[in-house]
């Protein structure tokens, strides 16, 4: 899911909640398939909020380690 922090853009619940699903319903194909994700965020205000939960986070609701950057070109 791509998700655009301009303008505080968010997706609509309904879509929130069938994502939200998803993840649930394919959480251990997730979980065998993936080797991590990366979340990228413009500002380093964003990247000092969200680095410390990210890990935790994310293998909580993807099963695979995660990791919070201010640009691809830390991938």
């Not at 080797?35 to 293998?59: C, D, F």
Request: proline content about 5%; charged content about 20%.
């Amino acid at each position: 899911m791509i998700q655009s922090s301009e303008k505080k853009a968010k997706p609509s619940k309904e879509v929130a909640q069938a994502y939200l699903q998803w993840c649930k319903e394919n959480r251990s194909s997730i979980a065998e398939y993936c080797i991590g994700i990366a979340m990228v965020v413009p500002t380093e205000h964003l990247l000092v909020l969200y680095k410390p939960v990210a890990a935790l986070s994310t293998r909580k609701m993807y099963g695979c380690p995660g990791n919070v950057l201010k640009n691809r070109m830390n991938l």
